[in-house]
């Protein structure tokens, strides 16, 4: 009797289940700390966190889809100049050259845009933290005209 089906649809059936449990999981956990966490006004100075989970994943794809194009067109520009003894050396040539570039150029894509995110979300957060400290500048300035008022 062959169980190889049992043992795939046990497996497929397996990681399912595992990665539907990874979002309950995470769901839960983010509700934890948001009960944990304390209020926020009561805290102006708090630092500011810039979650980036799937925000930049537009760019990263798009990084990765350039870096690969780039290297099958490097690739094809490269390979004529090539010279082989055979047709069979000739193809073992294209193919360890083109599977590289596209390599290469696709891990240069995604360090790219690991660049573009780091430098986005710094400036975000600065943007931010500026927004915070002219709240905080403001509330400051209200509460000496409070007390001058109240003097």
Do not use: H, W
């Amino acid at each position: 009797m062959d169980f190889t089906p049992v043992f795939v649809v046990g497996i497929i059936f397996f990681f399912a289940y595992r990665i539907v449990e990874l979002f309950a999981r995470r769901k839960e956990r983010m509700a934890i700390i948001e009960k944990l966490r304390p209020d926020e006004d009561s805290n102006i100075n708090a630092s500011v966190n810039i979650e980036s989970n799937g925000s930049f994943i537009s760019i990263r794809f798009a990084c990765l889809c350039l870096g690969i194009g780039a290297g099958i067109f490097i690739c094809f520009l490269v390979i004529p100049q090539m010279p082989g003894e055979n047709y069979y050396e000739y193809l073992r040539r294209f193919n360890t050259v083109c599977l590289g570039l596209v390599l290469l150029l696709g891990g240069t894509g995604l360090l790219i845009s690991f660049f573009v995110e780091r430098y986005l979300t710094i400036k975000d957060r600065d943007y931010k933290q500026s927004i915070i400290d002219k709240n905080l500048e403001r509330k400051r300035a209200a509460e000496k005209e409070y007390d001058i008022i109240s003097e």
